[in-house]
């Protein structure tokens, strides 16, 4: 669950990155008031956070193969 939520915020958190090297927009700014809002800075923090814990899916060997099925748990 904690993989799969931190990939959309990081996903989300790219998508603006883009808009901001391509359209020089930061949607996030847009959307909350400026890039100096709480709320703004709020979530950039998470998505520092997320692309974090997305650093360790490249650490852990579970996440580097096929899901376990039900009888391999056993």
Avoid: H
């Amino acid at each position: 669950m904690w993989d799969k939520l931190a990939l959309i915020v990081l996903i989300i958190g790219g998508v603006n990155w883009g808009l901001v090297g391509i359209f020089q927009f930061d949607l996030v700014a847009w959307l909350f008031g400026g890039a100096a809002s709480f709320i703004s800075r709020a979530i950039y923090i998470l998505v520092a956070i997320a692309a974090l814990w997305c650093m360790t899916l490249l650490f852990r060997k579970e996440a580097l193969t096929e899901p376990a099925t039900v009888s391999d748990r056993r």
